[in-house]
T-cell receptor, first 119, second 112 residues
Framework: GAVVSQHPSRVICKSGTSVKIECRSLDFQATTMFWYRQFPKQSLMLMATSNEGSKATYEQGVEKDKFLINHASLTLSTLTVTSAHPEDSSFYIC???????????????FGPGTRLTVL | KQEVTQIPAALSVPEGENLVLNCSFTDSAIYNLQWFRQDPGKGLTSLLLIQSSQREQTSGRLNASLDKSSGRSTLYIAASQPGDSATYLCAVRQLGYSTLTFGKGTMLLVSP
């Protein structure tokens, strides 16, 4: 199957600093990528849909100025948590849907996740 | 609004048993349904993808079925092994949407 990578896998930062998480599709192009967060023993919560070359679409309740998303190329999307606070500590997972034929019927592939801890 | 429910929330079985995980969804207008596996502290691994026009998909010891009209899917695991222990998530992609809607998952423990 297609591979999605995330970097870093784990990050610890001080309150008030910003953290950038990268999501890459390694062997396919993806116009659309997705960012999720997951709290312990909870399911995934969609934060935003990232579209290459255009602004991200944020879900209700997600602060777009706090969670900056940039989809600069067909293989890279970044999520920057600005002025991080302890309540932002969570597991962040990205996913991508390949652009090859099949369109909306293509499956989504997920990255390994990034564990963010804000002290 | 699409809602996805998974039953049971947790399941514990001895090694070798065949088992069934259930997923139901409220809106049958979907592109497809995916089953995922998540190990603790890890990302999601896609197990099976069933298109809306399909009834089932098989991969090794896994078989997933889809009854779109009734809004149900099952994941059948044959001859379970301790390595199957993980959380299994079901997700649907609704027509007209680019995103997946997830269930809360079934936490499976297979004991030796």
């Amino acid at each position: 199957g297609a591979v999605v990578s995330q970097h870093p896998s784990r990050v610890i930062c001080k309150s008030g600093t910003s953290v950038k998480i990268e999501c890459r599709s390694l062997d396919f192009q993806a116009t659309t990528m997705f960012w999720y967060r997951q709290f312990p023993k909870q399911s995934l919560m969609l934060m935003a849909t990232s579209n290459e070359g255009s602004k991200a679409t944020y879900e209700q309740g997600v602060e777009k100025d706090k969670f900056l998303i940039n989809h600069a190329s067909l293989t890279l999307s970044t999520l920057t948590v600005t002025s991080a606070h302890p309540e932002d500590s969570s597991f962040y997972i990205c996913s991508a849907r390949p652009d090859y034929s099949g369109g909306p019927y293509n499956e989504q592939f997920f990255g390994p996740g990034t564990r963010l801890t804000v002290l | 609004k699409q809602e996805v429910t998974q039953i049971p929330a947790a399941l514990s079985v001895p090694e070798g048993e065949n088992l069934v995980l259930n997923c139901s969804f409220t809106d049958s207008a979907i592109y497809n349904l995916q089953w995922f596996r998540q190990d603790p502290g890890k990302g999601l691994t896609s197990l099976l993808l069933i298109q809306s026009s399909q009834r089932e998909q098989t991969s090794g010891r896994l078989n997933a079925s889809l009854d779109k009209s009734s809004g149900r899917s099952t994941l059948y695991i044959a001859a379970s092994q301790p390595g199957d222990s993980a959380t299994y998530l079901c997700a649907v992609r609704q027509l007209g949407y680019s995103t997946l809607t997830f269930g809360k998952g079934t936490m499976l423990l297979v004991s030796p």
